[in-house]
């Protein structure tokens, strides 16, 4: 039995001068810290905003400028944009006939063909300047494509309808309301040089 451990002793002894002569220090172990952590890739990127025309006073008459909605049919971001303002660059040139709200306005699609807009109950009437800022606005909003399911029949019977047929040239009905107010014109009132 002693012979077979001094063997197993002496190679151990070997192997440890070994490492020693190499240069190679002994350690315990090493802590490593946390893992690395950083900005991960997003799971999936989101699409830029759909750019819609926002009409404010220009001399008096609605001019469109460039604001950035959501996507196609956004008529609640359109609106949200115009009475948000002009921006500070643009304020000299242009005006607004809006009045500044307490809470954003609520905008619903009834239908194919209208709009309705239901201002703060402390918003006043809008004049009809502002009237017609805010239904050339509406005017503006890109429309989704329409869908063609080439089998019409459950999801994409559904999906299809969920998506507005309007053509972009169609005319709509903007109801605006506040309390004890309330007003409707059609879009193709807007004058042509402010769609154009």
Do not use: N
Not at 21 to 42: D, F, T, W
Not at 83 to 92: H, I, M
Not at 111 to 137: E, F, G, K, N, Y
Not at 161 to 175: D, E, G, K, Q, W
Request: charge should be negative; include cysteine; proline fraction near 14%.
């Amino acid at each position: 039995m002693k012979g077979s451990r001094i063997p197993a002793l002496l190679a151990g002894f070997a192997a440890a001068l070994l490492t020693a002569a190499c240069g190679v220090p002994r350690s315990g172990v090493i802590e490593a810290g946390q893992p690395a952590s950083g900005m991960a890739a997003p799971d999936h990127q989101s699409p830029p905003p759909t750019m819609t025309p926002v009409y404010f006073l220009h001399d008096g008459e609605p001019k469109p400028y460039p604001r950035g909605i959501d996507g196609p049919g956004d008529y609640e971001g359109a609106v949200r944009a115009l009475f948000d303002g002009p921006s500070t660059s643009e304020a000299p040139a242009i005006t607004t006939e809006l009045p500044r709200l307490t809470a954003a306005p609520d905008v619903t699609t009834v239908d194919d063909d209208t709009i309705s807009v239901r201002l703060p109950a402390d918003a006043p009437a809008l004049s009809q300047a502002a009237l017609m800022q805010l239904v050339c606005t509406v005017a503006g909003v890109p429309q989704p494509p329409a869908l063609q399911p080439t089998d019409p029949t459950g999801a994409e019977r559904l999906a299809a309808s969920a998506v507005p047929t309007r053509h972009p040239l169609t005319s709509l009905t903007v109801h605006v309301r506040g309390t004890g107010w309330a007003l409707t014109r059609p879009t193709d009132s807007c004058p042509d040089s402010a769609l154009s």
